[in-house]
Protein backbone atom coordinates (compact mmCIF):
# COMPACT_ATOMS: atom_id res chain seq x y z
CA UNK A 1 0.00 0.00 0.00
CA UNK A 2 1.25 3.39 -0.98
CA UNK A 3 1.73 5.88 1.55
CA UNK A 4 -0.54 8.79 1.37
CA UNK A 5 1.78 11.43 1.75
CA UNK A 6 3.87 9.77 -1.15
CA UNK A 7 0.72 9.70 -3.10
CA UNK A 8 0.03 13.00 -2.90
CA UNK A 9 3.76 13.57 -3.22
CA UNK A 10 3.48 12.02 -6.38
CA UNK A 11 0.32 13.08 -8.02
CA UNK A 12 2.13 17.07 -6.78
CA UNK A 13 4.89 15.69 -9.09
CA UNK A 14 2.74 16.07 -12.06
CA UNK A 15 2.45 19.59 -11.92
CA UNK A 16 6.04 20.98 -11.17
CA UNK A 17 6.26 24.13 -11.16
CA UNK A 18 9.86 25.77 -11.30
CA UNK A 19 11.16 26.60 -7.23
CA UNK A 20 10.96 29.92 -6.30
CA UNK A 21 14.40 29.11 -5.12
CA UNK A 22 15.79 28.17 -8.26
CA UNK A 23 18.51 30.37 -9.92
CA UNK A 24 18.93 31.28 -13.43
CA UNK A 25 22.06 28.82 -13.80
CA UNK A 26 20.11 26.28 -12.69
CA UNK A 27 16.82 26.89 -14.64
CA UNK A 28 18.63 27.38 -17.88
CA UNK A 29 20.37 24.05 -17.22
CA UNK A 30 17.19 22.47 -16.67
CA UNK A 31 15.84 23.65 -19.98
CA UNK A 32 19.23 22.51 -22.10
CA UNK A 33 18.89 19.00 -19.72
CA UNK A 34 15.14 18.60 -21.15
CA UNK A 35 15.53 19.26 -25.02
CA UNK A 36 16.04 15.79 -26.53
CA UNK A 37 18.48 17.23 -29.32
CA UNK A 38 21.10 18.19 -26.41
CA UNK A 39 23.98 16.94 -27.82
CA UNK A 40 25.93 18.30 -24.68
CA UNK A 41 23.52 16.60 -22.75
CA UNK A 42 26.03 14.69 -20.06
CA UNK A 43 28.20 18.22 -19.43
CA UNK A 44 24.81 20.22 -18.78
CA UNK A 45 23.85 17.34 -16.09
CA UNK A 46 27.57 17.74 -14.65
CA UNK A 47 27.12 20.91 -14.00
CA UNK A 48 23.74 21.05 -12.41
CA UNK A 49 24.77 18.26 -10.24
CA UNK A 50 27.52 20.26 -9.10
CA UNK A 51 24.93 23.41 -8.32
CA UNK A 52 22.89 20.95 -6.69
CA UNK A 53 25.71 19.88 -4.76
CA UNK A 54 26.25 23.24 -3.17
CA UNK A 55 24.98 23.64 0.22
CA UNK A 56 26.68 26.98 0.99
CA UNK A 57 28.51 25.86 3.48
CA UNK A 58 31.80 24.44 3.21
CA UNK A 59 31.27 22.60 6.23
CA UNK A 60 28.32 20.82 5.35
CA UNK A 61 29.90 19.80 1.91
CA UNK A 62 32.28 18.42 3.41
CA UNK A 63 29.97 16.09 5.38
CA UNK A 64 28.12 15.35 1.87
CA UNK A 65 31.66 14.51 0.27
CA UNK A 66 32.60 12.21 3.44
CA UNK A 67 29.37 11.20 2.34
CA UNK A 68 29.57 10.41 -1.13
CA UNK A 69 32.94 8.73 -0.73
CA UNK A 70 31.66 6.11 2.20
CA UNK A 71 28.60 5.19 -0.45
CA UNK A 72 31.44 4.88 -2.96
CA UNK A 73 33.59 2.82 -0.63
CA UNK A 74 30.31 0.93 0.38
CA UNK A 75 29.82 1.82 3.82
CA UNK A 76 26.51 2.88 4.46
CA UNK A 77 26.63 2.80 7.84
CA UNK A 78 29.41 5.20 7.76
CA UNK A 79 27.83 7.74 4.65
CA UNK A 80 24.20 7.59 6.53
CA UNK A 81 25.91 8.65 9.41
CA UNK A 82 28.04 11.84 7.35
CA UNK A 83 24.72 12.42 5.83
CA UNK A 84 22.57 12.81 9.32
CA UNK A 85 25.06 14.92 10.61
CA UNK A 86 24.93 17.52 7.47
CA UNK A 87 20.88 17.62 7.42
CA UNK A 88 21.08 18.21 11.06
CA UNK A 89 23.12 21.02 10.44
CA UNK A 90 21.33 22.02 6.49
CA UNK A 91 17.81 20.37 6.93
CA UNK A 92 17.03 22.60 3.54
CA UNK A 93 19.83 20.97 1.70
CA UNK A 94 18.40 18.29 -0.79
CA UNK A 95 21.47 16.83 -2.32
CA UNK A 96 21.95 15.41 1.71
CA UNK A 97 18.33 13.86 1.51
CA UNK A 98 19.20 12.11 -1.78
CA UNK A 99 22.55 11.13 -0.90
CA UNK A 100 21.48 9.22 1.91
CA UNK A 101 18.45 7.64 0.41
CA UNK A 102 20.49 6.21 -1.82
CA UNK A 103 22.92 4.81 1.32
CA UNK A 104 19.34 3.62 2.89
CA UNK A 105 18.13 2.15 -0.21
CA UNK A 106 21.50 0.02 -0.63
CA UNK A 107 21.44 -1.45 2.67
CA UNK A 108 17.39 -2.39 2.72
CA UNK A 109 15.66 0.23 4.41
CA UNK A 110 13.36 1.36 1.66
CA UNK A 111 11.34 3.44 4.36
CA UNK A 112 13.93 5.31 5.40
CA UNK A 113 14.80 5.74 1.76
CA UNK A 114 11.26 6.78 0.47
CA UNK A 115 11.06 9.24 3.67
CA UNK A 116 14.31 10.96 2.31
CA UNK A 117 13.34 11.02 -1.09
CA UNK A 118 10.11 12.47 -0.55
CA UNK A 119 11.87 15.59 1.70
CA UNK A 120 14.60 15.49 -1.09
CA UNK A 121 12.01 16.38 -3.88
CA UNK A 122 10.16 18.52 -1.82
CA UNK A 123 13.11 20.69 -1.84
CA UNK A 124 13.94 19.99 -5.28
CA UNK A 125 10.93 18.61 -7.15
CA UNK A 126 13.64 18.21 -9.97
CA UNK A 127 15.94 16.10 -8.78
CA UNK A 128 15.53 13.78 -11.14
CA UNK A 129 18.02 11.33 -9.18
CA UNK A 130 15.57 11.32 -6.40
CA UNK A 131 13.51 10.42 -8.64
CA UNK A 132 14.70 7.54 -10.37
CA UNK A 133 15.11 6.30 -6.87
CA UNK A 134 12.06 7.03 -5.76
CA UNK A 135 10.70 5.03 -8.65
CA UNK A 136 13.37 2.15 -8.62
CA UNK A 137 11.94 1.42 -5.41
CA UNK A 138 8.08 1.80 -6.13
CA UNK A 139 8.91 -0.74 -8.51
CA UNK A 140 11.17 -2.69 -6.35
CA UNK A 141 7.92 -2.99 -4.46
CA UNK A 142 5.24 -3.98 -6.41
CA UNK A 143 4.00 -0.65 -7.14
CA UNK A 144 4.53 -0.31 -10.91
CA UNK A 145 1.90 1.97 -12.19
CA UNK A 146 3.13 4.77 -9.27
CA UNK A 147 6.47 4.22 -10.51
CA UNK A 148 5.73 4.48 -13.89
CA UNK A 149 4.66 7.80 -13.37
CA UNK A 150 7.75 8.56 -11.31
CA UNK A 151 9.85 7.75 -14.29
CA UNK A 152 7.72 9.66 -16.76
CA UNK A 153 8.17 12.26 -14.54
CA UNK A 154 11.71 12.00 -14.42
CA UNK A 155 11.89 11.65 -17.99
CA UNK A 156 10.95 14.84 -19.12
CA UNK A 157 13.27 16.87 -16.62
CA UNK A 158 15.85 14.08 -18.41
CA UNK A 159 15.04 12.64 -21.50
CA UNK A 160 18.83 11.59 -22.27
CA UNK A 161 18.87 8.98 -18.72
CA UNK A 162 19.62 5.30 -20.12
CA UNK A 163 18.64 3.74 -16.81
CA UNK A 164 15.13 6.50 -16.71
CA UNK A 165 13.96 5.07 -20.27
CA UNK A 166 15.10 1.66 -19.96
CA UNK A 167 12.97 1.98 -16.77
CA UNK A 168 10.08 3.36 -18.83
CA UNK A 169 10.22 0.62 -21.31
CA UNK A 170 10.16 -2.27 -18.57
CA UNK A 171 7.26 -0.55 -16.87
CA UNK A 172 5.48 -0.08 -20.02
CA UNK A 173 5.80 -3.54 -21.33
CA UNK A 174 4.56 -5.19 -17.58
CA UNK A 175 2.17 -3.29 -17.49
CA UNK A 176 0.41 -3.59 -21.19
CA UNK A 177 0.69 -7.07 -20.32
CA UNK A 178 3.35 -7.78 -22.82
CA UNK A 179 6.47 -8.33 -20.39
CA UNK A 180 8.20 -11.16 -21.44
Request: glycine share 6%.
Amino acid sequence: MLNPAVAAFLAALLWLAPPAAATEKVAELLAQLADPEQPRWQRVERELMAEWSKSGSPAMDLLVQRGRDAIEADDDEAAVEHLTAAIDHAPGFAEAYHLRATAYFRSGHYGPAMDDLAMALALNPHHFGAMTGLGMILEDTGQNAQALTVFRTAHAIHPHEPVIRRALERLERRLSGTDA
